[in-house]
């Protein structure tokens, strides 16, 4: 085990990557300077730095179930490769062919995106966004 970063991975996303091991068990390289573009996926623990709850990740995991607050880490969803890392707000949420999104922005930099809300997500809140 190395200790790898000093507080950018708030969430505790770097305990994946201090194991270092992708599904086949292969070494993979570490560190925040490994980007790609492609989907990945990532079993990852963390506490909502909004809400405090401990959250058990799926490995595809981008928010808190409890308040839904996100966190800005992915370019493209699930790579990680964002450097912000700053709270995403959710805005509001929209049903579409019986998927419920949840509209994101950036509380540093703006950056706007949406995602599929996840089964385990307080739906209160969800509606809440919806009828915003
Ligand atoms: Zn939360
Ligand atoms: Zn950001």
Known sequence: MEILYRGIWAYGIAA???HG???SGVRLPVG????????QRRIENF???????????SG?????????WGRHADVNPGDRAAECGEMMEPMRAEA????YFI???CTE???EFRVKSAPEDNFDEIIQLINR
């Open 16 to 18: 994946t990557r201090v």
């Open 21 to 23: 091991m992708d599904e």
């Open 32 to 39: 925040p300077q490994m980007k790609s573009k492609k989907f």
């Open 47 to 57: 506490v909502c730095k909004k809400c405090g709850a401990h959250v058990k990740g």
């Open 60 to 68: 595809y995991t981008d928010h808190c179930p409890v308040c839904l």
């Open 96 to 99: 579409k062919n019986g998927q």
């Open 103 to 105: 509209h994101y922005k």
């Open 109 to 111: 930099c703006g950056h």
